[in-house]
């Protein structure tokens, strides 16, 4: 089974790997650079394209977070 309680998944340890590999300030400057792609695009009046790339700022920070985490308290 590939979800075994109490234990993480061999493939969820090598995310966490890699991700702690990333530099955590290239999540904020992806979600800053996402706004302003936003903002752009919402000044050359396509406004579906700018709110679609506006919702990427969250989950870009979000990773940020967990990339914040397994590198100050590492994996399994």
Do not use: R
């Amino acid at each position: 089974m590939a979800f075994e309680t109490g234990n993480e998944g061999e493939v969820t340890k090598q995310i966490e790997i890699a991700t702690s590999k990333v530099p955590s300030a290239t999540f904020l400057i992806a979600a800053v650079a996402a706004m302003g792609v936003s903002l752009t695009l919402k000044c050359l009046c396509k406004d579906q394209n700018a709110l679609f790339v506006g919702q990427w700022a969250a989950p870009f920070l979000l990773l940020g977070i967990y990339n914040k985490i397994v590198k100050t308290e590492g994996h399994d």
